[in-house]
């Protein structure tokens, strides 16, 4: 076999980093559950007739098909495509199982996805995500748009990562304000004020009148309602101040007043309303968040989501939802590529047992066998080489203790290799301190 050439886009981790992966997965995952949220997994395939229909990321859709299909296959296979979030997925499944689910219903999802975007620094084409969501049958309590940002928030602060902040956004504010002042297509409008981190205001302003047809003082009063960022309900009187009035717009001010002042009130400093959030999907229908990792907010949001009044509707019953994803490959890509993430061993190994010779290896692994079911994560040195040359072998995979079964009588001993110091031991009895037991992430 040639030397394989890597696919961008597509990350392996180390042995390492895939033990910080998985802790702060398990992290994830428990405050998850803290906050009474149920496990799902769904398939990794959907109909593309369903995911084509959801905004600018349909053109990211990976396709499936059988390498050798045949044209009796038409229909089948090449009519299912690689979910490029959880939530469309998630949709499908509440539709599929509404009898069986009680509502309101809580789920956590954490999967791959796949995107087909030009990978970069942050950006990958496979990665995992962890979503949560609150679904309910006809209306939801807006109650729960504010409950998402604090359960992020717990999440967050749980890992050895920097602050965050929430930015956060309703929808309906901004398409309030663009009928307000005459724009007859609205979604055209917030499609073209997402990319204003991207591509600048006067590209923006010129997005704005080329797509949803704004006029010159029509787009500045878009930027206008853009630039307004609070920490706190202020805001609702800088956007008064533009002299906009409509329904949608007071509607969507007063959720999101109560969104920021829930987080105010249980989490200071985690939120700030900042009305550039849009979000390009076209699904969302109320309050929107976007998270930036502090000293990272070049590379834009690492966990985002908002309110869907329409996703899953099944003839005159709807199921409106709210729900937020952390991009967990993301998250970590950027930390990684910084250094400022490390895992104090590469593997879970916290003692090796020496083999006197081969003839006594049997007694290594009675020792294994003791110190396996007393929850150490032992193994059993590879050859039964001098002790020299098997410390070293612990030194390189960075286990800290190395266990001498006794000969002839001797009691056992354990050695620290990185002070150098060894006492008599019992596998029975003898245990690593904590901070030895299991890696440490930091």
């Known amino acids: 076999m040639s030397k394989?050439?890597?696919?961008?886009?597509?990350?392996?981790?180390?042995?390492?980093?895939?033990?910080?992966?998985?802790?702060?997965?398990?992290?994830?995952?428990?405050?998850?559950?803290?906050?009474?949220?149920?496990?799902?997994?769904?398939?990794?395939?959907?109909?593309?007739?369903?995911?084509?229909?959801?905004?600018?990321t349909s053109k990211e859709v990976y396709v499936i098909r059988r390498l050798h299909a045949d044209a009796e296959?038409?229909?089948?296979?090449?009519?299912?495509?690689?979910?490029?979030?959880?939530?469309?997925?998630?949709?499908?499944?509440?539709?599929?199982?509404?009898?069986?689910?009680?509502?309101?219903?809580?789920?956590?999802?954490?999967?791959?996805?796949?995107r087909g975007e030009r990978p970069q620094e942050g950006r990958y084409r496979e990665f995992v995500q962890a979503d949560i969501d609150i679904v309910d049958r006809d209306t939801l309590a807006p109650h729960h748009e504010a409950e998402m940002p604090l359960v992020i928030g717990d999440a967050l602060r749980s890992l050895p990562i920097p602050p965050v902040t929430i930015q956060v956004n309703n929808r309906k504010i901004c398409e309030g304000f663009y009928r307000g002042i005459g724009l007859t297509d609205p979604e055209a409008a917030l499609r073209a004020v997402d990319?204003?981190?991207?591509?600048?205001?006067?590209?923006?302003?010129?997005?704005?009148?080329?797509?949803?047809g704004a006029s010159e003082a029509q787009a500045k009063a878009c930027l206008a309602l853009a630039e307004i960022s609070a920490p706190d309900a202020s805001f609702a009187d800088a956007v008064r101040a533009l002299g906009v009035s409509d329904p949608l717009l007071d509607e969507g001010i007063d959720e999101l007043v109560r969104v920021v002042e829930t987080a105010a009130e249980h989490?200071?400093?985690?939120?700030?309303?900042?009305?550039?959030?849009?979000?390009?999907?076209?699904?969302?229908?109320?309050?929107?968040?976007?998270?930036?990792?502090?000293?990272?907010?070049?590379?834009?949001?690492?966990?985002?989501?908002?309110?869907?009044?329409n996703l899953a509707t099944a003839g005159n019953v709807s199921y409106p939802g709210v729900g937020i994803s952390i991009g967990v490959t993301r998250l970590l890509g950027l930390l990684f590529g910084a250094g400022e993430l490390s895992v104090s061993r590469e593997v879970p190994t916290a003692v090796l047992v020496a083999v006197t010779s081969e003839e006594q290896r049997t007694a290594s692994n009675r020792v294994a066998e003791a110190l396996r079911r007393r929850?150490?994560?032992?193994?059993?040195?590879?050859?039964?080489?001098?002790?020299?040359?098997?410390?070293?072998?612990?030194?390189?995979?960075?286990?800290?203790?190395?266990?001498?079964?006794?000969?002839?009588?001797a009691p056992d001993e354990v050695k620290d290799i990185r002070s150098g110091e060894q006492v008599t031991a019992g596998a029975q009895e003898w245990m690593p301190p904590l901070g030895d037991l299991t890696p440490t992430v930091g």
């Open 73 to 114: 296959s038409a229909g089948g296979d090449d009519q299912l495509g690689l979910h490029f979030d959880l939530t469309v997925p998630f949709a499908r499944y509440v539709l599929e199982n509404a009898g069986k689910l009680a509502f309101p219903f809580r789920r956590y999802q954490i999967q791959k996805v796949w």
């Open 267 to 309: 989490a200071p400093g985690l939120c700030v309303a900042d009305l550039r959030i849009a979000r390009g999907l076209d699904y969302y229908t109320g309050t929107v968040y976007e998270t930036q990792l502090r000293g990272y907010e070049r590379f834009g949001s690492i966990c985002s989501g908002g309110r869907y009044d």
């Open 4 to 56: 394989p050439t890597p696919i961008s886009g597509f990350p392996e981790w180390t042995p390492g980093q895939r033990m910080i992966e998985q802790f702060v997965l398990d992290k994830i995952r428990a405050t998850f559950e803290l906050y009474g949220f149920a496990p799902l997994e769904t398939r990794a395939v959907e109909p593309l007739d369903q995911l084509l229909r959801k905004g600018e």
């Open 375 to 409: 929850a150490v994560p032992t193994e059993v040195s590879p050859s039964a080489a001098k002790f020299g040359k098997q410390i070293r072998y612990a030194e390189r995979r960075g286990i800290p203790y190395v266990w001498f079964p006794g000969v002839d009588g």
């Open 195 to 212: 990319k204003l981190d991207k591509i600048g205001p006067a590209k923006v302003a010129d997005l704005l009148a080329q797509t949803a």
